[in-house]
């Protein structure tokens, strides 16, 4: 059976929580950007940015990647990857870059998003975000920011859904075999 493991709320209050968090560690927004990994991280890095603003008064620049070309399961899908916009409109060099993606699984796509950036510039650093870590990592990548760690299975799933889809802000776990609605 489904479960919402966050609400609007709780996903507010994480938000809000890692906004803070990346504020502290970075010393501020000097040369700090987000880039949002297609789909789910846009909304998380765009939101992430206009809280940093509330807090700072100064608004990061704030970046989409689409990662599907650098994944490493291309060989293996039956069709054609959809490509999604890329739009970085400010240089990655020496920026301090908050990666950010909705849900945090093998660590996969977040390898290819690094090797994506790292063909646009070379940043100071990468740092990243994600509202839900769920475990079992393939690749040994860790998030810096995390909204909520939750335990799955491997055959779960977990959707975030967010108001700029005309959906409800929350995270469902999908138990194996349910159907996501």
Known sequence: ???????????????????????ERNRG???????GVQRGGVYLAERLAERIQSIEGEKPPVGTLDVSL?????SLR???????ETDISF???EMRVILA??????GRTIRAAMDALMDMGRPALIQLATLVDRGH????????????NIPTSRMDLVK???GEEGETDRAVLYKEGESIR
């Open 1 to 23: 059976m489904s479960s919402e493991i966050l609400g609007s709320l709780e996903i507010a209050r994480a938000i809000s929580r890692m906004a803070h968090e990346i504020i």
């Open 29 to 35: 927004v000097e040369r700090l950007c987000l880039i």
């Open 70 to 74: 650098y994944r490493d399961d291309l």
């Open 78 to 84: 039956r069709e054609a990857p959809r490509i999604k």
């Open 91 to 93: 240089s990655l060099n």
């Open 101 to 106: 993606d909705d849900v945090l699984f093998t």
């Open 137 to 148: 990592r393939e690749l040994p990548i860790k998030a810096d920011y995390v909204g909520k």
């Open 160 to 162: 975030v859904y967010y």
